[in-house]
C-alpha cells in the first residue's frame, strides 16, 4: 500500500473515531433510546404557582414544605402533617433553611388547626378560599407541596392513605429537599 493510500486510510480512520460517537448521541436523542436524567421524585408543576400574595413582610427567605389543610382532615391529612414534619425533622443540620407552612381558610378543619397552632415548628398561613382557589387554578390542593424562597411552588406530592405508604413517599420528598438545599445558596 502506498504512502497516500495510508495516510488517507489514517485520516479517515481518525475522522470517524470522533465524528461516530456524535452520530450515534444524536440518533440516541431524537429516538428516544435512554432515559432523559428526570431526578426528581415530584411532579414538577408547570406553570409554577405563585404564592406570593400570602407572603408576610417579616419572614426569611426559606424553602417551604407546604400543605393546605381542607375541610375534613382525614387520614390522607394527618399522614400529610406526619409527612412534612419527619422530612423537615430528617434535613438535620440544614432544617434551619427549611420551614412547614400550613395554609388554613375560613373553611379548614378547625379540630386539627386547633393541634397545629400548638406546635412550634409549623407556621399557619391564613388565605381567603376564594383567592386561594385562584392561586391554584387548575391544581389540586390536595397534595404536599415544595415551595422555593421566592414562594414560587415548584414541585406536587399526591396525598397517601396508607401510614406506611406515606413514611416511604417522605423519602421521595426529602430526597428533593436535600437536592434543593444543596443547591441553592438562599435559604
Not at 41 to 70: A, C, N
Request: charge should be neutral; aromatic fraction near 4%.
Amino acid at each position: 500500500m502506498s504512502t497516500t493510500k495510508k495516510n488517507k486510510l489514517m485520516m479517515l480512520l481518525l475522522a470517524s473515531v470522533f465524528i461516530l460517537p456524535v452520530l450515534l448521541a444524536k440518533l440516541a436523542l431524537d429516538n428516544g433510546w435512554f432515559n432523559q436524567a428526570a431526578t426528581n421524585k415530584g411532579e414538577l408543576l408547570s406553570p409554577i404557582v405563585d404564592m406570593s400574595e400570602l407572603r408576610t413582610s417579616d419572614q426569611d427567605p426559606k424553602w417551604k414544605l407546604l400543605y393546605v389543610l381542607p375541610e375534613v382532615c382525614t387520614v390522607e391529612c394527618e399522614n400529610a402533617l406526619y409527612s412534612i414534619s419527619q422530612v423537615r425533622s430528617a434535613l438535620g443540620k440544614e432544617s434551619d433553611r427549611a420551614e412547614i407552612v400550613v395554609i388554613t381558610h375560613e373553611k379548614s378543619n378547625i379540630a386539627q388547626l386547633a393541634l397545629l397552632k400548638e406546635k412550634q415548628n409549623i407556621r399557619l398561613l391564613n388565605a381567603n378560599l376564594k383567592s386561594l382557589q385562584q392561586m391554584f387554578e387548575d391544581e389540586s390542593t390536595d397534595a404536599i407541596f415544595i415551595a422555593d424562597t421566592l414562594d414560587n411552588i415548584i414541585l406536587r406530592y399526591p396525598l397517601q392513605l396508607d401510614k406506611k405508604q406515606a413514611v416511604l413517599h417522605s423519602r421521595d420528598i426529602l430526597s428533593d429537599m436535600r437536592k434543593v438545599l444543596k443547591l441553592s445558596r438562599i435559604g
